[in-house]
Nanobody, 121 residues
Framework: QVQVAESGGGLVQPGGSLRLSCAAS????????MGWYRQAPGKQRELVAN???????NYVDSVKGRFTISRDDAKKTVYLQMNNLNPEDTAVYYC???????????????WGQGTQVTVSS
C-alpha cells in the first residue's frame, strides 16, 4: 500500500518561515512528479508548486521568490520551504505525487491528508 504523508505545518507570524515535508512509503517502484497544493477556507484547492523527476519546478505566481520546492529521491521525500509568509498563505497544504507501485506497476496519483499552515500575529 503506497501512502504519502505530510509534516511540518503549524502557526507562524507574518514574515516567518516554515518547511513542509512529504514522505512517500510503501512498495514503490518509481516516483514521478511531486507537488504541493493548498486549500484555504471557502476557496478551491490550488497548485502551489511541483517538481518533476528531472527537477523541473513550477510555482504559482503568488509564491514565486518566497517558496522553494525540492525533493530527495533516496528518501522519497518532497519539501516545501516557505519564507516571508503572509496571512494569505493560510491554508491546508496537501502533498500530491504520481507513483508507480510495485504491486500494480501502474502510474497512480496519491494525496496526503493535509497539514494546516496558519499565518497570524
Amino acid at each position: 500500500q503506497v501512502q504519502v504523508a505530510e509534516s511540518g505545518g503549524g502557526l507562524v507570524q507574518p514574515g516567518g518561515s516554515l518547511r513542509l515535508s512529504c514522505a512517500a512509503s510503501g512498495r514503490i517502484f518509481s516516483i514521478y512528479i511531486m507537488g504541493w497544493y493548498r486549500q484555504a477556507p471557502g476557496k478551491q484547492r490550488e497548485l502551489v508548486a511541483n517538481i518533476s523527476s528531472g527537477r523541473i519546478t513550477n510555482y504559482v505566481d503568488s509564491v514565486k521568490g518566497r517558496f522553494t520546492i525540492s525533493r530527495d529521491d533516496a528518501k522519497k521525500t518532497v519539501y516545501l520551504q516557505m519564507n516571508n509568509l503572509n496571512p494569505e498563505d493560510t491554508a491546508v497544504y496537501y502533498c500530491n505525487a504520481d507513483i508507480i507501485s510495485r504491486s500494480t506497476m501502474r502510474r497512480e496519483n496519491y494525496w496526503g491528508q493535509g497539514t494546516q499552515v496558519t499565518v497570524s500575529s
